[in-house]
């Protein structure tokens, strides 16, 4: 009597089991769609030449994509691409809160338009970088140099 009981039991829990993992694939579709990686953190490659080296797109808004990216110590080469039709965009390493002194940086880079600049970073750390004519808007990002 009580071992019948106990199956009828373990059937119920095991059906629960079932429906439970069905709708929990089902919920996964409805679930909000996380952002893209590239907008988040940046793809950085190898150059055939070894040299470090990322393109950060710029457009008829605020942003670079990727905002964020890391390399680590040595050469690194950064390249805006502005795919506007608008907008006028730079690229900018301030001087004097940064670990190094990059003294490379993109002035001007005019509505589709690209542009490439080449430096080396050896000490590891954050380093802001700016758009000029539209810092107060956001326009900013980091690059971190890896340990
Ligand atoms: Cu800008």
Known sequence: MTSCLGWRRAAVVLLSAILAAGSGGCGGSTEPAEPEPSDVTGEVSLGSDG?????????????????EFTVAPGQVRVTLDNTATQLTHSLEFPTGDSPDDIGESIPV???????????????????????????????????????
Do not use: K, N
């Open 109 to 147: 880079v005019a509505p589709t338009e690209v542009d490439t600049i080449e430096f080396s970073v050896s000490t590891p750390g954050e380093y802001a970088f700016i758009c000029s004519f539209h810092e107060p808007q956001g326009h900013t990002g980091v690059m971190t140099v890896a340990a």
């Open 51 to 67: 040299v470090q080296a990322i393109t950060l797109v710029t457009g008829d808004d605020y942003r670079f994509v990727p905002a």
